[in-house]
């Protein structure tokens, strides 16, 4: 290992030490590889187990890799989801002492997926909708904190599951930038449209291969992220005047917006000279409603829909077994040791590693209400719950890191030397 | 293909100070690779976003060709930004790769095929368009991601320092290259680099900003030979030039216990004392005869072989200014030693003391 090897992190894990930096990254051998699915990258990329985690490791320059380090600490800080920068390294160079690009390490996300591990033959067209929308909602939310993505697609981004729907995360910052005083229209139009053309790229490329299902059209479905994004977007940031007798549609859009999953932290409300009419518009607005609001009453942190599922579930024990004087604090309590912790405890050690406990609570209430309407009969949590374990979770994939048969990185770099004598042309 | 115009272009940031972009006036000509360069924070890639439509304008237009698209969305404009985004996708065949925007965009299937064919035959590709991007060399595949924006056949190619993140050796290769196709395909290019070295070899020409404000454009030689004002000269141009601050005298300027001739016309033009003279560091004759020009202690002398340079110091009215001048590879002199420095005649660029802008022609060929 070189003597000037060059680690910058956080928390320095030793670990980290122990992978074979000597070595180009392509040449990593099999037993620190994980196996994992992997995207189309302009940079060669790995994926490695580290002190029990998998990270991914991109190989890039010294500058490239120090900025987009710094650039997800940033959008951490910030409440962005996004994948965990872990280090950069620089200065490898290998046994002949020739040097080796430098490195981003980042932390893969437990349970989050790539697009292309979501289905197992073929891409359904309802999933594809599901991964857009999820990838609007990241977009939309990213825009907000004024981050201009440049490089927007379903390879950039991990989905983790999310009660039914999917949550997305930003894995690809390199280039992406910050303006401090928000972005311009211009600036938003171009991401959305780079996501539309990368997007039907992916879904095409996927047609190509045979792997998406008749029904789904890519160019459709690609455009349905800009519908996605117009509509939250309207509603997250757009103003609404009405008549000062109609006070009460303030209350309405703080609702939507929360029925959204975000929470209004300021809004401007100005009124006409006359006072007859009023303008709203929200200024700063907060994503993840449902899930502080689940965090505040539980201590559980999971994904937004799955906050929304827990509540409502929580909700309605309230309604069924709320006494006097019981105030939400204690009947979430109470829901928590009877209701959610029980159905966790209950899932066996072996299987552990298939959902998140959040997820399988979902996908458990979502089992019993089918049995119920198959059975017309209220079928108990418990009843549900072993059928569920048995039929259903026992059969599914682990997807705490998910080992799927990779796909075919093509790389693109972004200038090579194929030999000292090759054609000029080679190299534009 | 088309022109493209920035008349009076003006971008103000919310609660800045001063305009990021003041009064932009630049005419870029159907067909011509442009060069916007400049030092950090001088307005180049506000003006290249402007032109994309990523940045507002605040005051003044943009025009492409005729076509005034100030407010058009970015995806309106017909303009390509190269070297991003650009995916390869391992199903799909080179051509599908190349052609599967245009499809997004709705142009027909013949008009497709024939676009594609047309951009493989520029880049060499004919032959690969059936085969899938892993069985081609990395070269190839940057060809097909450059054919993915000529398929498209903008208006206008922009590229914001692309180089940026090569290391040198591939800098200096990637530019002539990128250089050399522009040329071939005759796409109005706008190209933003902080680099004066990349902005002289590649530009037909080349616009200096700084804080904003377009100082200079012109063809590398024009800049080169005649800048405009001092932050020019000492931009442009490697080892920069040297600029002093030097008396005028009876007929010239002094330079040590010589006086070197200038137009009296040029020395009529201020009432001031004294004027900032320009000297590039092939412009200047070393002696050891003492009393012949500026004298200069030798601190270093980089060897290059053939030629060398030779960096010194001078006493210029009680201020320490730093000198270099190209020297002889086999003869020179050696650090510690002291030299004569007086510029070739006609050699000199002279510059106002005080407005800083350019009092003289253009330094003369010979």
């Known amino acids: 290992m070189s003597a000037s090897l060059n680690i910058t992190a956080a928390t320095v894990d030793p670990a980290l030490l122990d992978l074979p930096w000597d070595l180009p990254l392509e040449n990593w051998p099999n037993e620190t590889i994980a196996s994992l699915p992997k995207g189309i990258s302009r940079h060669l990329v790995r994926f490695a187990n580290l002190s029990g985690y998998v990270v991914a490791v991109k190989e890039t320059t010294a500058e490239m890799a120090r900025g987009e380090y710094d650039m997800l600490r940033t959008l951490q800080r910030m409440d962005i989801p996004c994948v965990d920068p872990v280090a950069v390294i620089t200065g490898r160079s290998d046994e002949s002492g020739d040097p080796l690009p430098s490195v981003l390490v980042t932390r893969h996300l437990k349970f989050s997926l790539p697009y292309r591990a979501l289905f197992s033959q073929q891409l359904r067209p309802d999933t594809a909708g599901r991964l857009v929308d999820a990838l609007a909602v990241l977009l939309a939310r990213l825009h907000i904190a004024g981050f201009f993505w440049g490089d927007v697609s379903l390879s950039n981004t991990l989905f983790r599951r999310d009660a039914g729907a999917f949550a997305a995360y930003l894995v690809d910052a390199e280039t992406g930038k910050l303006y401090g005083g928000g972005l311009s229209n211009g600036q938003r139009e171009n991401d959305l449209e780079i996501a539309r053309v990368n997007i039907a790229g992916e879904l095409m490329d996927l047609e190509a291969g045979g792997r998406v299902d008749d029904a789904l059209d890519p160019i459709k479905l690609s455009d349905g992220i800009v519908a996605a994004y117009r509509s939250l977007w309207t509603e997250l940031t757009g103003s609404e005047s009405f008549s000062s007798s109609e006070r009460w549609r303030i209350n309405e859009r703080v609702h939507r917006l929360n029925e959204l999953g975000f929470d209004i932290e300021e809004l401007a409300i100005k009124t006409d000279e006359t006072g007859s009419r009023v303008r709203i518009q929200p200024k700063v607005v907060d994503a993840g409603h449902h899930q502080r609001r689940l965090l505040r009453l539980t201590g559980l942190d999971a994904g937004e829909n799955q906050a929304r599922r827990l509540l409502n579930d929580l909700d309605s024990y309230g309604a069924t077994f709320a006494k006097a004087n019981m105030d939400e604090e204690m009947m979430a309590h109470e829901w928590l040791i009877r209701v959610f912790e029980p159905v966790i405890k209950s899932i066996p050690r072996d299987l552990k590693g298939k959902l998140e406990p959040a997820e399988v609570f979902h996908q458990l209430l979502e089992h019993r209400w089918f049995m119920s309407q198959n059975q017309a009969r209220d079928v108990p949590l418990a009843e549900a719950l072993t059928s569920y374990i048995n039929d259903i979770l026992r059969h599914r994939r682990d997807e705490a890191t998910v080992i799927a048969p990779p796909t075919g990185a093509i790389t693109l770099p972004t200038a090579v030397i194929d030999s000292p004598n090759e054609n000029w042309r080679d190299r534009v | ?366």
Do not use: W
Request: hydrophobic share 40%; aromatic share 4%.
């Open chain 2, 1 to 366: 293909m088309s022109s493209v115009t920035f008349d009076n272009a003006t971008r103000m940031y919310p609660g800045g100070t001063r305009a990021a972009v003041d009064q932009l006036n630049l005419e870029v000509a159907d067909g011509e690779f442009l060069v916007l360069v400049g030092p950090s924070g001088c307005g180049k890639s506000t003006s290249l976003r402007m032109l994309a439509g990523l940045e507002e304008v605040n005051d003044g237009r943009i025009l492409i060709g005729d076509r005034d698209v100030t407010d058009v969305p970015p995806k309106d404009r017909d303009i390509a930004m190269v070297f991003q985004n650009y995916a390869l996708y391992p199903h799909m065949t080179v051509a599908e790769n190349m052609g599967f925007a245009l499809k997004i965009a709705g142009v027909n299937k013949d008009e497709r095929a024939s676009r594609v064919l047309e951009a493989a035959k520029l880049l060499d590709l004919e032959e690969y368009l059936t085969r899938k991007p892993k069985a081609l060399s990395g070269g190839q595949r940057q060809r097909v991601a450059m054919g993915r924006a000529i398929v498209r056949q903008p208006q206008v190619f922009l590229m914001d320092e692309p180089l940026s993140n090569l290391d040198a050796k591939l800098r200096v290769q990637t530019r002539t290259q990128i250089a050399s196709l522009q040329r071939r395909l005759g796409v109005t290019t706008v190209y933003v680099t902080h680099d004066q070295t990349e902005a002289l070899t590649m530009g037909d020409r080349i616009a200096v900003l700084k804080d904003g404000i377009l100082q200079q454009v012109g063809t590398p030689r024009d800049l080169y030979e005649k800048p405009q004002n001092v932050f020019v000269a000492g931009f442009i141009g490697s080892p920069a030039m040297n600029l002093l601050t030097a008396d005028l005298a009876d007929g010239g300027i002094q330079f040590g216990a010589r006086v070197v001739p200038v137009d009296r016309d040029i020395i009529g033009q201020t009432s001031a004392k004294q004027v900032t003279v320009g000297v590039r560091p092939e412009d200047i004759e070393v002696s050891t005869e003492p009393g012949n020009g500026l004298e200069v202690h030798v601190d270093l002398v980089e060897e290059l072989g053939a030629d060398g340079y030779l960096y010194g110091h001078a006493d210029i009215n009680g201020k320490r200014t730093d000198l270099v001048a190209r020297v002889d590879g086999r003869t020179h002199a050696h650090a510690g030693e002291k030299v004569f420095l007086i510029p070739t005649p006609r050699h000199v660029h002279v510059f106002d003391v005080e407005s800083g802008l350019r009092m003289n022609a253009a330094v003369s060929a010979d």
